[in-house]
């Protein structure tokens, strides 16, 4: 999960962060909280496209989550 601060928001450091999963540790996955349209909104914005629904999390709660993957060829 990536977490930014309300007062940290708009600085970079999401970027910052999504750039070094990418890069580094190769992680190309990420589900995110159907409801968290900032958070959605954000992936989409750096390059993620949606692969996939659920209707529930991965606790079985119902949370409808977004399956979203990284384009290796952006």
């Given at each position: 999960m990536l977490?930014?601060?309300?007062?940290s928001r708009g600085k970079g450091f999401?970027?910052?962060a999504v750039a070094y999963i990418?890069?580094?540790?190769?992680?190309?996955?990420?589900d995110v909280n159907q409801?968290?349209?900032q958070a959605v909104d954000f992936y989409l914005k750096q390059g993620y496209q949606?692969?996939?629904?659920?209707?529930?999390?991965?606790m079985?709660?119902?949370y409808p989550l977004l399956h979203?993957?990284?384009s290796i060829n952006k």
């Amino acid at each position: 999960m990536l977490f930014v601060d309300a007062e940290s928001r708009g600085k970079g450091f999401g970027k910052i962060a999504v750039a070094y999963i990418i890069n580094t540790l190769q992680i190309y996955k990420v589900d995110v909280n159907q409801q968290n349209m900032q958070a959605v909104d954000f992936y989409l914005k750096q390059g993620y496209q949606q692969k996939g629904y659920s209707e529930t999390d991965g606790m079985g709660k119902p949370y409808p989550l977004l399956h979203l993957e990284y384009s290796i060829n952006k």
